[in-house]
T-cell receptor, first 111, second 116 residues
Framework: RKEVEQDPGPFNVPEGATVAFNCTYS??????FFWYRQDCRKEPKLLMS???SGNEDGRFTAQLNRASQYISLLIRDSKLSDSATYLC????????????FGSGTRLLVRP | GAVVSQHPSRVICKSGTSVKIECRSL??????MFWYRQFPKQSLMLMAT?????????EQGVEKDKFLINHASLTLSTLTVTSAHPEDSSFYIC????????????FGQGTRLTVV
């Protein structure tokens, strides 16, 4: 089983749609959680950190369920510019820092 | 926040030659930097942890003699792909973390290596 699993997609949605991405992680010792966005042939860029209480940043809402080891990202009112690959990232924060990346979920927003 | 600069962004080299990639932390003294590799349509995979002033720590399956890492200062780590082969063609990205007050990692712009 992969340490961080995501649905690879692609999710093909019209502008204005709401889309949700899911992610599960296998190690209960994981301590920090993030969603990164990666455009084609570019480096990943932080979209938002994910907190246990859930957090929202404009059209983006992230949720964390530690009991189920599940992370989600909700995008409302999708824009064309949201088209990218969304990476679920987990930080072990053990004796050696290590980020574990999901394989990414690709989103295509069409006009 | 930290700004990480990676150079070159793109390089094409012949089989058998070596390529050096630089990763600079511009606003933050990084005792540790990380090197990742990403093949098309795959996730980022950690190759090694670069430690300032000491040997790098390599992930399982990554050849330390092939991927030479030097972290001679708090702001610069280099990755040298030695005797490159076409299967080494990939997207290489460095990152730093541990910026005070920030839990996320900051990435360089990445280097797309093509070995012909």
């Amino acid at each position: 089983r992969k340490e961080v699993e995501q649905d690879p997609g692609p999710f093909n949605v019209p502008e204005g749609a709401t889309v949700a991405f899911n992610c599960t992680y296998s190690n209960s010792a994981s301590q920090s959680f993030f969603w990164y966005r990666q455009d084609c042939r570019k480096e990943p860029k932080l979209l938002m950190s994910v907190y246990s209480s859930g957090n929202e940043d404009g059209r983006f809402t992230a949720q964390l369920n530690r009991a189920s080891q599940y992370i989600s990202l909700l995008i409302r009112d999708s824009k064309l510019s949201d088209s990218a690959t969304y990476l679920c990232v987990v930080n072990m924060r053990d004796s050696s820092y290590k980020l574990i990346f999901g394989s990414g979920t690709r989103l295509l927003v069409r006009p | 926040g930290a700004v990480v600069s990676q150079h070159p962004s793109r390089v094409i080299c012949k089989s058998g030659t070596s390529v050096k990639i630089e990763c600079r932390s511009l606003d933050f003294q990084a005792t540790t930097m990380f090197w990742y590799r990403q093949f098309p349509k795959q996730s980022l995979m950690l190759m090694a942890t670069s430690n300032e002033g000491s040997k790098a720590t390599y992930e399982q399956g990554v050849e330390k003699d092939k991927f030479l890492i030097n972290h001679a200062s708090l702001t610069l780590s280099t990755l040298t792909v030695t005797s490159a082969h076409p299967e080494d063609s990939s997207f290489y990205i460095c990152s730093v973390e541990g910026v005070p007050g920030r839990t996320e990692a900051f990435f360089g712009q990445g280097t797309r290596l093509t070995v012909v």
